[in-house]
């Protein structure tokens, strides 16, 4: 079946623009979650789902940063006022067990 | 507080011979880990994983190893083969909970 897809794969923005990625997890999914991989780092976790619920947000890096899903499906990372250090691979992942996630192919933003 | 730590950015094998790759953990309450694969320009995708209750798991190629009074893991690869040739993460993962905390991740080369 379909894997965990992502859009863009690839953004390039201007300093202090707004950026949204988006997330289209795996059908069924119930858990989804955000990580970002900056150059030469391992995974950091920014955001975590149940359901439309977000009762992990603890990963934010800043306010500039939101999330929100729709539908137990879909989300969507919100990035405003994007500045050079928000340059990383931005990684979406879904589960339905609390362990195993499956994650996509990622979001290459740079921020110029 | 890098709670996940993987100390060789890097490691070189022949092919046909064993691959070690190291982890260490400092939250004693972490009870599920897992390693993670990551080709260029993939999402990591799951290898294998083990319960905090065992110490070990076997899957074809790939056995983890757990010593949880030293908090290390270990995966090994037996025989490595080119295609093993990626970046390995490992991860670890609280009680219930589905936030994973990833380590730096290990550059594996595996020479024809």
């Known amino acids: 079946g379909a894997g965990v897809s992502q859009s863009p794969s690839n953004k390039v923005t201007e300093k202090g623009k707004d950026v949204e990625l988006r997330c289209d997890p795996i059908?069924?999914?119930?858990?989804l979650y955000w990580y970002r991989q900056s150059l030469g780092q391992g995974l950091e976790f920014l955001i975590y789902f149940q359901g439309n619920s977000a009762p992990d947000k603890s990963g934010l890096p800043s306010d500039r940063f939101s999330a929100e899903r729709t539908g137990g499906s879909v989300s969507t990372l919100t990035i405003q006022r994007t500045q050079q250090e928000d340059s990383a691979v931005y990684l979406c992942?879904?589960?339905?067990?609390?362990?195993?996630?499956?994650f996509g192919p990622g979001t290459r933003l740079t921020v110029t | 507080d890098q709670q996940v730590k993987q100390n060789s950015p890097s490691l070189s094998v022949q092919e046909g011979r064993i691959s070690i790759l190291n982890c260490d953990y400092t939250?004693?309450?972490?009870?599920?880990f897992l390693w993670y694969k990551k080709y260029p320009a993939e999402g990591p995708t799951f290898l294998i994983s083990i319960s905090s209750i065992k110490d070990k798991n076997e899957d074809g190629r790939f056995t983890v190893f757990l010593n949880k009074s030293a908090k290390h893991l270990s995966l090994h690869i037996v025989p490595s083969q080119p295609g093993d040739s990626a970046v390995y993460f490992c991860a670890a993962s609280l009680p219930s909970y589905g936030k994973l905390t990833f380590g730096q991740g290990t550059i594996l080369t595996v020479h024809p």
């Open positions: 939250n004693s309450m972490f009870d599920y």
């Open positions: 059908s069924g999914h119930t858990a």
């Open positions: 992942a879904s589960s339905t067990s609390s362990y195993e996630q499956y």
